[in-house]
């Protein structure tokens, strides 16, 4: 079988920690698991920009979208560049230059103590938000009039095509309907952003017919939308949205689950087998405790989850995910989300247990290490394909958080 590529980006501030331990980790897999896959380590991100002005050079570009099957991505933001050149290359070159319409974000809390909500547990929190993410205000259209003066006009227009808005609506009802699901929400502004959004509204209405009466299509204001998931998560299990409302709701849903530095993130061509997809834990760069080993590993570690899963590897994602369950659990973890351990420690934590859990498969009594709520896949559900598309199952908890600057993300 011919190994999958998978190219390695670590950016700027924690990135490059918390990918060090993805790859650790992707490493460890390839090793007890003889996945097939090829580690490919790039040098992109602010020191690079810095030392040579590169950014996203086009030969790279191409080389990923022919070679390779996923990218692991750290984090991008750096104070030294403050116009994040850089970022918006590397970002935007693949969510938009490879066309992964889908930012799939899983929000699952992994424990009880990590819900911030009063007389909430982490059963009530496990849901995905399906954000479009090539379109919207992100696409970078508009422009500034009589800078610096008091007549200064600034416009950023927010763009909506009926094929993006259609395809990502399409996306979270097939999830929905491969996951057994019965209602898939959708939030915007169609009272407030009457053109746009009435488009967003009337196509929802007409793709929700489409899966009636097993699946239904229920519209909820973005204003209600974050304050229905403070009163009660738990009726959410399937959200889809545009770039813009993606971005700031799917922040929410990570605090609910316990903080960004739990959070994971793929960003896919939902119907396309063999297009490369990217993968990205949520936090930001956080330059402010970069080098100082105290980031939280978990959001990166949770990330090579879904990365093996869209690769075919479901078993290996619910391991990592009951192996970070466990760490959190027995406070094996950084004190974001309780613990006392650096970045490393809690990784390795994770790592061991990972071996433990398959030499207990090994000797036919692991099953019981993996986590209650992680129940086997079905074979229909193993993949993501044109027909069934799905990203892996949701997970996560809490935080890394990034002070300015950070680039979209």
């Not at 930001?284 to 970069?290: E, F, K, T, V, W």
Request: proline share 6%; glycine share 10%; charged share 25%.
């Amino acid at each position: 079988m011919k190994a999958a590529k998978i190219a390695l980006i670590g950016g700027d501030g924690i990135g490059p920690e918390v990918v060090r331990e993805g790859k650790l980790l992707l490493e460890l897999l390839r090793e007890e698991r003889n996945l097939p896959i090829e580690l490919w380590e790039l040098d992109l991100g602010a020191e690079r920009y810095l030392r040579d002005g590169t950014t996203f050079p086009p030969e790279v570009r191409v080389a990923i979208q022919r070679e390779c099957a996923a990218v692991l991505l750290g984090a991008l933001g750096d104070p030294r560049v403050p116009g994040m050149e850089h970022a918006r290359d590397i970002i935007f070159g693949m969510r938009q230059g490879y066309d992964l319409f889908a930012n799939v974000r899983p929000c699952r809390a992994l424990s009880d103590r990590l819900v911030p909500l009063k007389g909430r547990a982490a059963r009530d929190v496990d849901f995905v938000v399906f954000r479009e993410n090539t379109e919207g205000i992100y696409v970078g259209m508009g422009g500034q009039f009589k800078r610096g003066t008091p007549d200064e006009v600034a416009i950023n227009e927010d763009v909506n095509t009926r094929k993006g808005v259609e395809r990502i609506i399409r996306a979270a009802f097939e999830y929905a309907r491969a996951h057994g699901h019965d209602t898939v929400h959708m939030a915007d502004k169609s009272n407030a952003m009457r053109h746009a959004h009435e488009l967003w509204l009337r196509v929802f209405d007409q793709v929700s017919r489409e899966y009636a009466p097993g699946i239904k299509g229920k519209h909820v204001y973005v204003d209600a939308l974050c304050l229905y998931l403070i009163q009660d998560p738990s009726q959410f299990r399937v959200i889809v949205t545009n770039n813009l409302f993606g971005d700031i709701v799917t922040d929410l849903g990570a605090a609910l689950q316990g903080g960004l530095g739990m959070a994971a993130s793929a960003n896919v061509h939902g119907s396309e087998r063999g297009r490369v997809a990217m993968f990205e834990p949520v936090h930001g760069s956080a330059p402010d405790i970069a080098g100082k080993g105290v980031a939280n590993p978990f959001a990166c570690l949770l990330t090579v989850g879904l990365l093996l899963a869209h690769l075919g590897y479901p078993e290996e994602e619910r391991i990592i995910e009951a192996a970070v369950a466990r760490a959190i659990d027995g406070q094996q973890c950084t004190r974001d989300v309780g613990g006392a351990l650096g970045t490393q420690a809690a990784a390795a934590w994770v790592r061991e247990e990972i071996r433990r859990t398959f030499r207990a498969l090994r000797l036919g009594h692991g099953r019981e290490r993996l986590a209650p709520r992680c129940a086997p896949l079905s074979d229909s559900e193993r993949c993501w394909s044109p027909r069934r598309w799905r990203p892996p199952r949701p997970r996560r908890p809490r935080k890394n958080r990034s002070p300015s600057p950070s680039p979209p993300r």
